[in-house]
């Protein structure tokens, strides 16, 4: 970015890495200066939950918010039921309008937790775009918005060539979606005053149609930025693990699983997580990122204090760093450990440490999980176990339950129901 932002928003974003492109950084910065701009971020409905794989976006939302502008978290409610391409090497599922409302209702959740939503001029509001699309003429729609595409330009898009060039089939179901996430954002202008779209670099081509959708058919200005994929200083994907998904809501995973894995992130990338997930100040940052050899532990201690607490609350993180402390420091169980409940008539006949280890999300199925024994990985109650046959008899869980672990980071509780 050659222009020297002004505004508030801009500011905050460029100085703490939020910035991959923007269609016009002067236009948006003096728009952003002159009155309250509403801006919004598309997000499709496959899960009851959205994953730390979002949450950059959802931190730009909230930074919106903070900056004395207007969030707008779009429910894909209709677009969800065609799934958009890019990214993508296969066609999406397709969901019931029920399966929809559901995750729809697991989204709010997260977004409560990050955005003050009202009636005021800078509260969050929710849109579902099922609201529009649901009731669009098939022939009016393309006669008055298809001619603003061309095939040859639809091409060019990365996640359209992406699809061709791996021969890998792109329907022409989700070949619309490009014209009706355009079309969104046109909606929401006129219906909102929208004027800003934001989204992850994947996102650019979606974002450019729209506003330059919206220019043709109602010669307003609107504007478009993306934030930088992420990935971690190894190179793996922001989100994933071994385990699965790093999921919002709590349903979806314990705080004490979520606060770990903040805990566990690389030396290299302590620095970039803190000025993209929190809210301390930059200097902060700096000083903790600068920390060398094992006091950088304790910059990540922070970093995952501060993240819980934006995501779960102050009191899920302050119980997580506890647990944390008694499990690694002191050799005990902790209250916040994920926890699997067994009924005594299951237990009867003894439980194999094989389901034991997949049930309570150690291994992510029998064979992982038998490797993980095999390599020395697996442990109950801290002691080493190599049999992969062990079965786990009603009496080896006390009051305070059986301890299991998979390595020196990852334990959870099993109880006896």
């Not at 899960?47 to 502008?69: E, F, N, P, Y």
Request: charged share 25%; proline share 4%; net charge negative.
């Amino acid at each position: 970015m050659t222009h020297t932002p002004k505004s508030d928003f801009l500011n905050v974003l460029l100085t703490r890495g939020f910035i991959q492109d923007c269609t016009d950084y002067e236009g948006l910065d003096q728009a952003l200066l002159s009155g309250v701009v509403p801006g919004y971020i598309g997000f499709d409905c496959t899960a009851d939950s959205l994953h730390v794989g979002s949450l950059i976006q959802i931190m730009t939302l909230r930074w919106l918010q903070k900056t004395g502008h207007k969030p707008v978290t779009l429910m894909g409610g209709g677009t969800t039921r065609i799934g958009d391409p890019s990214g993508k090497d296969e066609a999406r599922q397709l969901l019931t309008p029920e399966k929809i409302g559901e995750n729809m209702a697991g989204i709010r959740k997260v977004f409560a937790r990050y955005l003050a939503f009202g009636d005021g001029p800078t509260d969050a509001l929710q849109p579902n775009n099922a609201d529009w699309l649901d009731k669009l003429n098939y022939i009016d729609f393309l006669r008055d918005y298809g001619r603003h595409f061309t095939i040859n330009r639809m091409l060019t898009f990365d996640s359209v060539k992406l699809r061709l060039d791996r021969e890998q089939p792109l329907t022409f179901l989700e070949f619309n979606y490009m014209l009706l996430q355009a079309y969104d954002f046109l909606e929401l202008s006129r219906r909102e005053g929208v004027g800003l779209q934001m989204g992850g670099s994947d996102q650019w081509g979606n974002i450019l149609n729209g506003v330059e959708l919206t220019r043709r058919v109602d010669q307003r200005q609107v504007f478009g930025l993306t934030t930088p994929l992420l990935t971690r200083a190894d190179g793996s994907k922001m989100g994933k693990t071994a385990s699965g998904a790093i999921w919002l809501n709590e349903e979806r995973l314990s705080s004490y699983e979520f606060w770990q894995f903040w805990r566990n992130t690389l030396d290299a990338d302590v620095g970039r997580f803190l000025r993209l997930f929190t809210e301390l100040p930059l200097e902060e940052i700096d000083r903790l990122a600068a920390l060398g050899g094992s006091e950088i532990n304790e910059a990540k201690i922070i970093l995952a204090n501060e993240v819980t607490s934006l995501s779960r609350g102050p009191e899920a993180a302050a119980a997580a760093e506890a647990t944390a402390r008694e499990v690694f420091e002191k050799g005990g169980v902790g209250d916040d450990l994920p926890t699997v409940s067994l009924p005594a008539a299951e237990l009867a006949d003894g439980v194999s440490l094989v389901q034991l280890l997949v049930r309570s999300g150690l291994a992510a199925s029998g064979k992982e999980a038998k490797r993980l024994i095999a390599e020395g990985g697996a442990r109950i109650n801290d002691e080493p176990v190599t049999d992969a046959a062990r079965m786990i008899a009603p009496e080896e869980i006390d009051a305070n339950g059986l301890k299991l672990s998979a390595g020196r980071k990852r334990h959870a509780l099993v109880r006896s129901a």
